[in-house]
């Protein structure tokens, strides 16, 4: 049997596609609690639930908007209502595939359909009415008081219905399928969440004078300074925008001296388009979007996105936001000084876009459409290439730009995402440049980029952005020469870049380095803002994120749903804390002079206020307002250091920092919010020259321990016992650490951990050859190597009495075949370097000189500033929803570690190292697949390292640079270990 659902037909019966507004006629919110029944098939319940009458008081209550996989109701198999969360029935996550056959447009029999009911009162007079669904997930049919009206699909997009109310009670049916020809078209990265998403409301309309749809066209000069105003709108109505003194027909164009709308200054003229049926209202943000010389520019400034890729989540209610919650992400987004968004990969909700108007953000909205699942046919039958599928897809572009046409947020359209090619690109490219000339197209997936104003790539290398940016990449394979001369013309829009899958991204300063360098890019935006897990709670209680590896289902995306910059509930990550310095706004450079640039768009530097600090490890020594004159877009001024931050002795490092931060309350932050800073060490600790071994003899204490001053070891193995009064073990040379996601690799591409897994860097095994011992010194040699191999490290640790406690020099060589090793052929990189102790699991809290508060790793420091801090053990770690390698630190000056009734470990660098405590080893940590796996192992765990590898964001991207790998050459370190 076949149906509606299989038609590659988008939808019948509905209204034509138009604004979104909002109106002062009546509007009455069918959201609220429905009546609702599963069916494992399209036949849902069957032909009666239409009717007026039909008893459904002994069906499931469910809540609109949600997906009804995320609540609770009876399941197909029976029982008692439950939350189908980690079942097949549930939440289903995929990455490029379909879940059902790739067989278009038929979907599998088994096709869960959702049965809605709702009884609603309509008052007396409420008139002529249109009901509005704003987002149906995959495919509705609709009957009202039991007459059909029609069905639509396209998940995130709305849809309307005449709609025949009648005063008093009315009846509506709808009926859901999980399924349908849509999902062809919406293979989007994500979870498939069913059901009746966004609102639904029945919308008065006035019996004449219905403002059904309008054109606000809004354009700046900058040259001039004017905007222009025409409001089309298909019945006879005025515009009013009182600020700007203008009253005038809609269709009639004005001249007007206005402030332009940029996310930085985000000038909205409000008013209303009145008729003598209603009144819309008009928030008027005039600007000119332009593509010039190949650069994009807007107001007749370039544009550099400071973007990221927001999908919609909420780890209860899945793509059911409420308002709150979009402001949220948009207030951390500004926070974090982000100024732009693509809407990956379909129209959020029409609120967000209203808030963007209002906040500030550059907006590329993507229309719903991603094929991505026809890579398994080799692209045969895509979509986009098939004219049996050309309504469905233009019908969800219309959509998009109708509902959307309005914003001034919105500068881009983008076409689809990863849908390979089609002629109906270049249809939907036509219709696009008709309707809405005022804004560029971008797609980024065919490689001639005929349809796209942009060159757009996902995920290039440093170098190959480099490249891009100075006009010199490689021509992209399959294109002709014409193409690639119009290709090579157009700007760069890095639409995906830097995936924040677990611990990372990294390179984000040096990603922007590169992007704010080029004319030709016009910025980039982070794969992603938000990790998508689910709340959920195991067998036992205990409560944990889920992800697709959750779900005993294949195919499974896994766990590359969790790829945001903050966590599924929204707490910031470290990669967070690290993009909000890549993306200043106000760049803060502190050497021999202050110099500060003002790198916005089109506000000046008015808003804020400068102060300076000067720290050492102790206290902040000094601190003042620093006078900075108010800085235009594009203007640059070099200051003296102030005069009070000079001629300070320094007793170790001193640091002088400047900040720039909000004059005054904003909507999206307080006065004080820090939004750039710049560090400079005025002075810097020298290193201390390494006291050399003297000869001398061994000192035998007794039960086959040696003294080294204060320092205890044990005679045959070398390692450290005690110090003064402190117990502790190591140290080990330690070269493992929990794999990152990152490490992982995508696929077979750059999957490292699994090399560092087939030569067990996680279990070496350790030998000490020998220890010999003098007067204040004592040297112990080894080797550290994994089973199997040949390869290893050998190792010196040469221990002396030092005025704190002891010194000690580490050497480590790598002997065998690490590169080109014979039995992977791959080369192994050690992701570090260092020396591991155990410590009594009494020790609760850290205190140091460096890198902080959060984590930090070498190639993503950056948002970190050097100073003193204060963690405990617990606290220093990042609790990835996957466990994995965290809370590290590097450029520590000093660390000191505490606990109850404890000596104080202090550790000196020499100078600087990198620290990670924690109470489980770091194979625990590999081992873990959840945070709650991770049990006290009755010690702490302390490295010491000389190195770690950088974090990158191989995951979905380029190799790490080999500048942030480690290596493999004899390499020496020194740090100061005392008990206090
Ligand atoms: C891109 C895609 C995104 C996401 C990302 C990896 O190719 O557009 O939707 O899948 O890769 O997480």
């Known amino acids: 049997m076949t149906g509606y659902w299989e038609s590659t037909e988008p939808g019948a019966g509905r209204r034509a596609p138009r604004a979104d507004a909002v109106s002062d006629a009546a509007v009455l919110s069918l959201n609220g609690v429905w009546r609702f029944r599963l069916s494992p098939t399209a036949d849902g319940t069957g032909a009666a639930f239409v009717a007026d009458d039909f008893d459904d008081s002994a069906w499931d209550t469910m809540r609109v908007p949600s997906h009804w996989v995320l609540e609770e109701f009876t399941p197909l198999s029976g029982g008692p209502a439950r939350s189908m969360r980690g079942t097949e029935e549930g939440p289903l996550y995929t990455n490029t595939a379909y879940p059902i056959p790739l067989d278009p447009p038929r979907v599998p029999a088994e096709n869960p359909t959702g049965d809605y009911r709702l009884v609603f009162g309509v008052p007396a007079g409420f008139g002529p009415a249109v009901l509005r669904f704003q987002g149906v997930d995959s495919c509705a049919k609709v009957w009202l008081n039991g007459r059909e009206l029609g069905w639509s699909t396209g998940s995130r997009l709305p849809f309307e219905f005449d709609a025949p109310v009648r005063p008093g009670r009315n009846v509506l049916a709808v009926r859901v399928h999980r399924w349908s020809a849509g999902t062809y078209l919406e293979d989007q990265d994500m979870w498939w969440l069913p059901g009746i998403f966004r609102d639904v409301e029945l919308l008065a309309r006035p019996t004449s004078g219905a403002i059904d749809d309008h054109f606000v066209h809004a354009g700046y000069d900058p040259a001039t300074g004017l905007g222009t105003l025409r409001v089309d709108c298909p019945v006879d109505a005025v515009v009013e925008i009182p600020e700007l003194g203008v009253l005038m027909p809609a269709g009639r164009t004005a001249s007007v001296a206005v402030e332009p709308w940029s996310a930085d200054s985000p000038r909205l003229y409000r008013g209303v388009l009145r008729s003598d049926g209603e009144a819309v209202d008009l928030a008027v943000g005039f600007r000119r979007v332009e593509i010039v010389d190949g650069v994009f520019t807007v107001n007749g400034r370039p544009v550099k996105f400071r973007g990221v890729n927001r999908h919609e989540h909420h780890p209860d209610t899945g793509r059911t936001l409420d308002r709150a919650t979009m402001i949220q992400d948009i207030v951390m987004m500004k926070r974090a000084n982000v100024d732009a968004v693509r809407t990956s990969h379909y129209p959020p909700h029409p609120e967000f876009l209203r808030l963007c108007d209002e906040y500030g953000l550059w907006v590329v909205v993507e229309c719903d459409l991603e094929t991505h699942g026809f890579i398994y046919a080799g692209w045969d039958g895509n979509p986009p290439a098939d004219p049996a599928w050309r309504d469905a897809v233009m019908d969800r572009l219309h959509r998009t730009v109708e509902r959307d046409k309005n914003h001034p947020s919105v500068v881009i359209w ?483 570690l505490t606990g109850p009734d404890l000596p104080c470990l202090r550790v000196v660098g020499e100078p600087h190292f990198d620290f990670t405590a924690r109470r489980w080893t770091s194979v625990a940590l590999q081992e873990a697949r959840k945070p709650h796996d991770l049990v006290d192992s009755g010690r702490v765990w302390l490295n010491l390292d000389h190195a770690q590898q950088g974090v990158g964001s191989a995951s979905v991207g380029p190799a790490l640079p080999e500048r942030y790998r480690i290596p493999r050459e004899r390499t020496v370190w020194r740090v100061r270990l005392g008990a206090v």
């Not at 001369?485 to 995906?496: K, Q, S, T, V, W």
């Not at 994120?545 to 749903?561: A, L, T």
């Not at 220890?771 to 004592?778: K, Q, R, Y």
Request: with cysteine; net charge negative.
């Open 414 to 896: 983008s076409l689809a995402n990863e849908s390979w090619t089609g002629e109906t690109f270049g249809e939907m490219e036509r219709w696009l440049r008709e309707r809405d000339p005022s804004r560029p197209v971008v797609y980024e997936r065919d490689p001639s980029y005929r349809n796209s104003d942009f060159y757009s790539l996902m995920y290039p290398s440093l170098d190959l952005l480099e490249q891009i940016g100075r006009h010199e990449e490689p021509t992209p394979a399959g294109i002709s020469a014409d193409e690639d001369a119009r290709r090579r013309a157009l700007p760069f829009l890095l639409i995906e870049y830097a995936h924040a899958m677990g611990n990372g991204p990294g390179s984000l300063s040096d990603y922007w380095r590169i992007l704010s360098t080029h004319d030709r890019i016009c910025g980039g935006f982070v794969w992603e803002w938000i990790d998508h897990g689910y709340n959920a709670v195991a067998d036992d209680g205990t409560p944990f994120v889920m992800h697709g590896e959750d779900v005993d289902y294949e195919p499974s995306g896994r766990r590359f749903c969790l790829d945001g910059l903050v966590f599924s509930d929204r707490t910031p990550t470290p990669g967070l804390v690290e993009l909000a310095k890549a993306y200043e706004p106000v760049s803060i450079t502190v050497g021999s002079a202050v110099t500060i640039a003002n790198a916005r768009h089109s506000a000046s530097t008015d808003d804020l206020v400068f102060r300076w600090t000067l720290e050492d490890d102790e206290t902040p020594r000094a601190s003042s307002a620093l006078a900075v004159p108010p800085l235009g877009p594009g203007e640059t001024v070099e200051l003296p250091l102030p005069a009070g931050a000079t001629g300070h002795a320094g007793r170790g490092d001193l640091v002088l920092t400047v900040e720039a931060a909000l004059a005054d309350d904003t909507v999206w932050a307080d006065a004080g919010h820090v939004v750039a800073w710049g560090q400079t060490l005025l002075t810097s600790t020298p290193a201390r020259a390494p006291r050399p071994a003297p000869p001398g003899r061994a000192v035998t204490v007794d039960d086959g321990e040696v003294a080294v001053g204060e320092a205890v070891f044990d005679a045959v193995s070398g390692r450290l016992r005690r110090l003064g009064a402190l117990e502790l073990d190591g140290p080990w040379l330690d070269l493992h650490r929990a794999p990152t996601e990152n490490d992982h690799g995508q696929g077979a591409i750059n999957d490292i951990a699994s090399v560092w897994r087939k030569t067990a860097l996680h279990r070496m095994l350790h030998r000490t050859d020998a220890v010999s011992a003098g007067d204040g010194w004592l040297r112990v040699a080894g080797r550290t190597a994994p089973r199997t191999h040949p390869h290893g490290v050998a190792w010196t640790m040469l221990w002396t009495e030092d005025d704190d406690g002891v010194a000690l020099e580490a050497t480590a060589d790598f002997v065998g075949p690490w590169a080109d090793t014979p039995y992977l052929h791959r080369d192994v990189w050690v992701p570090r370097l260092g020396l591991l102790f155990a410590l009594p699991g009494g020790v609760e809290r850290a205190e140091w000189f460096g890198r902080g508060p959060g984590e930090t790793y070498v190639d993503s420091f950056e948002g970190s500033r050097i100073g003193r801090y204060a963690r405990t053990v617990d606290d220093l770690q990042v609790p990835y929803p996957v466990p994995q390698e965290n809370g590290n630190h590097v450029q520590t000056r000093w660390l000191q």
